[in-house]
């Protein structure tokens, strides 16, 4: 896997994803500053890390949106490359018009730091074949705009064609308020682009690779995608 | 020239900060608020006098940076 992580003045996890990429991968990911204007070649997977680019000025992910790298990303993305985006990185896809949707701020206004369960909707795409349909998932959530909107046509068009991916639930897979953290409809935690090929998560997989630290559930996305591109090649 | 791009949440956008400044203005006791929404106001300064050149330009900057037209409404207004 020859792995492309995104840096933007302002994002803070792109060590981490970094490094769990090489843990999973044996490959060192290529660190890509936002003014290049293409991504290395040969790059298999574009990965949006986590943070508050640009201060999250105008809007989260606004501005990043709007820099060179992501017209590069914008071609990639069009032509069926990977693209992970990971909270700031899901924002950021949603303002570069690579996923329908926005962020809003938490409904209780809180910045929510914590492990959530994921309930993994659908096994067999490139992000999900590490995980088993219905699987649940521990993972850390670092954000306080994940409340994930659209309008009903979009949300319709995506619960349609199987588009969620992840959702927030409890730990034996209820789907309820209470468990829902940030007020996301639908309890949406994580959705693919119509071709499948982008990704947008607001939970941190890449913090929960390691048993050192605690639960591994992360693993098994990242482990997908280096199986789903072993098997592609 | 001067000018100023109002960027407003659609209706129906649940709008958290607009409901925290509401509950806010009653905890001061100042009755009558019915209802918050919070929006953004751009001041921007134009060069050149042509009024519709402006306008349009400013149309360009709204639709593709300064609001999010998935959720905001923007109003333009070019002030001379």
């Given at each position: 896997m020859k792995a492309a992580v995104l840096v933007f003045p302002?994002?803070?996890r792109e060590r981490d994803m970094a490094r769990t990429l090489r843990l999973i991968s044996g490959r060192e990911a290529a660190m890509v500053w936002h003014a290049e204007r293409e991504l290395p070649p040969g790059t298999d997977l574009v990965v949006i890390p986590g943070g508050f680019s640009y201060g999250?000025?105008?809007?989260?992910g606004a501005i990043a949106a709007r820099s060179p790298i992501m017209d590069a990303v914008r071609a990639y993305a069009g032509n069926g490359g990977l693209v992970l985006g990971v909270c700031n990185g899901f924002q950021i896809l949603c303002e570069a018009g690579l996923l329908p949707g926005v962020l809003m701020r938490n409904e209780n206004m809180r910045f929510i730091c914590r492990d959530v369960y994921l309930r993994?909707?659908?096994?067999?795409t490139p992000f999900t074949r590490g995980y088993n349909a219905g699987q649940m998932i521990r993972v850390p959530v670092a954000h306080g705009e994940g409340n994930y909107i659209a309008d009903g046509e979009t949300i319709s068009r995506l619960e349609g064609e199987g588009r969620v991916l992840f959702r927030y639930s409890s730990p034996n897979g209820m789907i309820d308020p209470n468990w829902n953290h940030n007020g996301a409809i639908n309890a949406i935690a994580g959705i693919v682009n119509e071709g499948g090929n982008v990704l947008g998560l607001m939970p941190h997989p890449e913090n929960h690779v390691e048993a050192v630290i605690g639960?591994?559930?992360?693993?098994g996305l990242f482990a997908g995608l280096v199986d789903h591109l072993a098997k592609a090649a | 020239m001067k000018a100023r791009v109002t960027v407003t949440l659609k209706s129906g956008i649940l709008d958290p900060q607009g409901k925290a400044i509401e509950g806010a203005l009653r905890s001061l006791g100042l009755?009558?608020?019915?209802s918050v929404r919070q929006g953004k106001v751009f001041d921007i300064e134009i060069e050149g006098g042509d009024h519709d050149k402006a306008e349009a330009l400013l149309k360009q900057a709204a639709d593709r940076?300064?609001?999010?037209?998935v959720i905001e409404n923007y109003r333009v207004d070019v002030l001379g």
């Open positions: 302002g994002i803070n999250d000025y105008l809007r989260c993994v909707e659908r096994s067999g639960p591994t559930d992360g693993r | 009755a009558g608020v019915s940076l300064l609001a999010n037209t």
